[in-house]
């Protein structure tokens, strides 16, 4: 998998060995040339692809810290450590 600033905007990038259909679930595009391996897939940012990218790599997903202390940009989701 692969995220890329294109001209058309962000796009997710993925290969498979298996010629036939894209790897995220989301409408996706073969770039590479038929009978090529790996085939590769150009797929537009969308709430389906996004979830099983969290499927595939659990960091991708928000987790709560706790209370220990973290360095971030502001009080999101209304949990901040007292020193924040």
Known sequence: YGLART????????ASLALA??????PGT?????GDR??????SL???NAAFLRTRFPF???SV???RSSAGF????GCATPGH
């Open 60 to 62: 991708l997903a928000p």
């Open 38 to 43: 790996p085939a590769v897939f150009e797929h």
């Open 7 to 14: 001209p058309r905007g962000k796009k997710i990038y993925s």
């Open 46 to 48: 969308s709430p389906e």
């Open 21 to 26: 259909d894209p790897v995220l679930p989301g």
């Open 30 to 34: 073969r770039i590479s040339a038929p």
């Open 74 to 77: 502001g009080d999101r989701l």
């Open 65 to 67: 810290l706790g209370l």
